[in-house]
């Protein structure tokens, strides 16, 4: 028990000595809140707020439309399929005037609720339900526009005429990027008669490469090793977390294989990689989410499907980083005409997974 | 991992009907005790931990020199608040009961169906995968098939049973047969499963119509398990109650239930004696993947779920910490899988109300688990407890087979 006792006692001891400089602040309670009253809700799918990708961003929209209006929030992660109709469930008892709820997965539930709760305005993301309901409002995004873009700077700056893709899961929000992506190798090898091969997946057979999971970043890894090994000089993972291991097989290259991230700009939510990455494919999830929080707040809700675009920036191709050098202007330009032909209706894709507008 | 596969000792008493009540407290007394001191124990560890990641006990402990008390004060209140919220989340109320009680209905049907398997002295991991088999079977008869009330359920129920028995079967037999450790082969048909059911939901039979996301179609009203009133409580709740009362008659009262545990205790000698340790082994597996394919039927018949590649959550994994809480007993099964269900519900209540992550329930079922396998560990920091003799047995051995 002694010896217990001396344990405790340094502990105090030291804890004292770090803590001793610091002084009590004052209660700074005042400011902000300006719609202290106003209770703005969110629902994570099972990957959790911290999942670097996904639910994250859509948190960090979230949470600078509470910050903008000085709203109260309330979050709740779901940690399994099981807990989105509870989840929901609690929202709504906790008097949220807004939900958010992230993911596709979330319709069922959302609906639900909705239907049952007509006072209460919904938005739900990455999701296109076939029959709109008054208080819910859908928000897709096509990033496979951007994804088109992406496809045609890889093709422009691959140097072994091979660029690889992998996704997580086979599922209309990873498929879209892949689509996108090999679309604009296509074009590129159309406009300058190139032959730039697609590893990793084939739209037309819609069949490729995946890792079966968005969390096991070992198998990210050994995924874009793989296409690494084909003769793939650069790689674009949509694998979510799952992908950071394609970063990371890149990255041990060497600089002889470089890579473009998915969902934000990899330069800021994967920093130590950005050597390695040309440029992202963002998703605006964050915009879009915080959008439509603010828009229940402003009275000016509706529940007109938004779909994320290159035209309404909703999605886009990140800046360059430390690529902005090596990247030709000839390039640069040749990007913003393909985004201008995209948004003119000059470029048009044929992905089946982009989200049809309403 | 012990490969002690002498006999069992002082035969873990299945219920509370046991005869070893001669010396001092009955042996499930200490073992409840032993359970319920690793429950505290887990509390604290997280209280620890829920310190730990408070905000407020971070910013108090910044200017700890200052006002010292506040830092206690904020630990105190971070870790009051907090387990309330889980309480309350478990049991304050006809809601929370019944949330605790639909979120314990598949954890007992898994634990079951490891417990059984332990108790032949089986090791099923797989009850994860024969839970996702029997869910897609159970789902499909829901969703494809239009029939009357009443018979529509009781046939969905059947397909997810016989999901789940054909997955375990198929273990049973491979260890029969060519004697392929179920370990390895249930780890793997894990695998296959979650696969099958990934490449399935990318099928038009099992799509919903009008999208492109991996998503069924949710099953028919007819083939939903009947709930009470405005409650997510549904009958299957009664059904795990039912088969945990089926595995006790089976294991304590019947023939084939004797050489199973009898197979479990010592299989050289049960082969000596002249009992077939391959039909055991099959027999086990096959009841114990019915029991895995119920559970099955549960998500996707009981709570209006549609069919997900998250369908089965973590159900089959949970399923063997439940198994070990409840030391291989069926109602130990029954009385942890309540522990755990309750933990669930709460865990939700608590991270709406106080922001704590669900990840901390996680960790107080693995702490708990951890506390109940390692009983000296528990003895020693609560020296008033019992000698138990035998304890751990059921944990200890079995994983081998």
């Known amino acids: 028990m002694k010896k217990y006792v001396r344990g405790l006692a340094i502990v105090g001891v030291l804890t004292l000595a770090v803590a001793a400089c610091g002084s009590k602040p004052t209660d700074d309670t005042a400011g902000g809140g300006a719609n202290k009253d106003f209770k703005a809700c969110m629902v994570s799918d099972s990957g959790g707020f911290d999942d670097k990708s996904f639910n994250q961003t859509s948190y960090e929209g979230f949470q600078a439309a509470v910050k903008a209006k000085g709203l109260t929030e309330q979050k709740v992660e779901s940690k399994s399929d099981n807990d989105y109709p509870t989840n929901m469930t609690a929202m709504i008892n906790a008097k949220c005037k807004v939900i958010i709820a992230v993911g596709f997965k979330l319709e069922d539930a959302t609906d639900k609720a909705a239907a049952a709760n007509p006072e209460v305005k919904f938005a739900i993301v990455d999701s296109a339900p076939p029959k709109p309901i008054a208080n819910v409002k859908p928000l897709g995004f096509n990033t496979a526009q951007s994804s088109f873009q992406a496809g045609y700077l890889a093709a422009a700056m691959s140097k072994s005429g091979k660029v690889g893709t992998f996704g997580g899961i086979k599922i209309p929000p990873v498929t879209i990027f892949m689509d996108g992506f090999a679309e604009g190798v296509r074009y590129y090898n159309k406009q300058k008669s190139k032959n730039v091969q697609v590893l990793g997946w084939d739209d037309a057979k819609q069949a490729g490469l995946f890792t079966g999971s968005f969390e096991d970043k070992a198998k990210g890894q050994n995924t874009g090793q793989n296409l690494i090994t084909q003769g793939a000089d650069i790689i674009f993972p949509v694998a979510g977390p799952s992908g950071l291991g394609g970063l990371q097989a890149a990255k041990a290259s060497a600089g002889k294989v470089n890579a473009i991230w998915v969902d934000t700009d990899g330069c800021v939510s994967a920093a130590e990689y950005c050597s390695v990455l040309i440029s992202s494919v963002k998703k605006g999830m964050d915009v879009a989410v915080q959008d439509a929080v603010t828009s229940v707040v402003d009275n000016k809700f509706d529940n007109k499907q938004f779909i994320g675009t290159l035209e309404n920036g909703g999605t886009a191709l990140a800046p360059f980083h430390e690529f902005d050098s090596k990247v030709p202007a000839e390039l640069k330009t040749e990007l913003d005409q393909i985004k201008a032909d995209i948004i003119g209706g000059k470029i048009v894709l044929e992905s089946k997974a982009q989200p049809k507008a309403s | ?401």
């Open chain 2, 1 to 401: 991992m012990s490969t002690d596969t002498t006999t069992e000792p002082a035969q873990v008493p299945a219920g509370p009907g046991d005869q070893s009540r001669r010396s001092g407290l009955p042996s499930w007394a200490v073992q409840g005790l032993v359970s319920l001191s690793a429950i505290l124990l887990a509390l604290l560890v997280g209280a620890v931990l829920i310190i730990i990641g408070d905000d407020q006990v971070k910013a108090a402990l910044g200017y700890f020199g200052a006002a010292p008390m506040d830092t206690f004060s904020a630990a105190f209140s971070a870790v009051g608040n907090a387990y309330k919220a889980l309480a309350v989340g478990a049991l304050g109320g006809v809601t929370p009961i019944t949330e605790s009680l639909t979120a314990a209905t598949p954890l007992i049907c898994g634990g079951l169906a490891v417990s059984l398997a332990f108790r032949t002295g089986l090791f099923n991991i797989g009850a994860q995968g024969q839970l996702i088999v029997g869910a897609i079977l159970a789902a499909w008869v829901g969703f494809a098939w239009h029939l009357p009330p009443g018979i529509h359920l009781i046939a969905a129920i059947l397909a997810g049973l016989v999901g789940g028995a054909i997955w375990g079967g198929v273990v049973g037999l491979l260890k029969a047969r060519t004697g392929a450790h179920e370990v390895i082969v249930t780890i793997m048909l894990n695998y296959v499963a979650i696969y099958l059911l990934q490449w399935l939901l990318t099928t038009t039979t099992f799509k919903r119509p009008g999208r492109e996301d991996p998503i069924s179609p949710i099953v028919d009203a007819n083939a939903q398990y009947p709930q009470f009133g405005s409650t997510r409580l549904h009958v299957g709740f009664f059904l795990a109650l039912a088969a945990a009362a089926f595995v006790w008659w089976l294991l304590n009262r019947s023939t084939i239930g004797f050489e199973l545990r009898a197979v479990g205790a010592n299989a050289d000698a049960s082969r000596t004696a002249g009992m077939s340790v391959g039909r055991a082994y099959f027999i086990a597996m096959l009841v114990a993947g019915a029991l895995a394919g119920l559970a099955g039927s549960q998500q996707v018949l009981g709570t209006d779920l549609p069919l997900t590649d998250g369908v089965a959550a973590s159900v089959g994994f949970d399923s063997i910490t439940v198994a070990l809480l409840g030391r291989g007993t069926p109602l130990g099964t029954v009385l942890a899988g309540l522990l755990f269900g309750a933990l669930n519900a709460g865990g939700l209540q608590m991270q709406l109300q106080t922001q704590t992550p669900l990840t901390l329930t996680t960790v107080l079922q693995a702490v708990i688990v951890l506390f109940v396998a390692a009983p000296a560990l528990v003895r020693s920091v609560f020296r008033f407890l019992p000698k138990e003799r035998g304890v751990g047995a059921v944990l200890a051995k079995g994983w081998n087979g």
